[in-house]
């Protein structure tokens, strides 16, 4: 990406502010749901992303899936749903 990309005005850079707040309160029973940080984008464990909660992940509008691990996990933390989400 070169520096012409990042530029405020470009659509593609924008300031975090323009979304709102989703939500103001974070309280630790929360902690294995995703949670909306900006409108559209979820983050959370993976147990957010496991099978039972493929219907969850549907009804939110999830297209994609990243998956952060240690090159040692890569071998037992495969992905759930390669054929929904990219």
Not at 12 to 34: L, T
Request: proline share 7%; aromatic share 10%; charged share 20%.
């Amino acid at each position: 990406m070169d520096s012409a990309s990042l530029h405020v005005e470009n659509p593609i850079w924008r300031d975090i502010n323009c979304y709102g707040v989703v939500s103001s309160e974070w309280c630790y029973y929360m902690r294995r749901e995703m949670q909306e940080i900006i409108p559209g984008l979820y983050l959370g464990p993976l147990s957010a992303a496991t099978k039972p909660k493929l219907n969850t992940l549907l009804e939110a509008g999830i297209t994609h899936i990243v998956c952060v691990r240690h090159e040692k996990e890569a071998s037992f933390i495969k992905p759930n749903f390669p054929e929904n989400f990219k």
